[in-house]
């Protein structure tokens, strides 16, 4: 199970990358760049816990794994690393107005 993880991770960013390359030859090139901003940060903030909060919950209920162990001193500085840069990307852009320029993107 865990082999087919970076498939299905590949097909995901091949469909975005496509419809974002689609969407700048129509000459849309903002929509472009905040498709691929808005999947990831959507991936980051709904597509990693919402199958751990399944997990815990069948854990709870007894059907599911009660303990994955993840042997790593520094997750909790990778996991506040993470939300620290999706924050900065959301400022940046909020400070522009909503709107990408050559600086930004």
């Known amino acids: ?3 087919c993880f970076p498939i299905l991770a590949a ?3 091949i469909l ?3 419809s974002s390359v689609a969407v700048a030859k129509e ?7 905040s ?5 990831n940060i959507f991936d980051i903030l709904v597509g990693l816990p919402i199958p751990w ?5 069948m854990a709870i209920s007894g059907e599911g794994v009660p303990h994955v162990g993840i042997s790593s001193p520094f997750l909790f500085f990778y ?6 840069m999706v924050f900065l990307t959301i400022c940046s852009i909020h400070f522009l107005g909503w709107r ?4 930004l993107g």
């Open 11 to 13: 097909g995901t960013s």
């Open 53 to 57: 909060t399944i997990n815990i919950l």
């Open 27 to 33: 000459g849309e090139g903002d929509m472009a760049v």
């Open 16 to 18: 975005d990358a496509v």
């Open 79 to 84: 996991v506040v690393l993470l939300l620290f």
């Open 100 to 103: 990408l320029n050559r600086r």
């Open 1 to 3: 199970i865990i082999l």
């Open 35 to 39: 498709s691929s901003i808005v999947s």
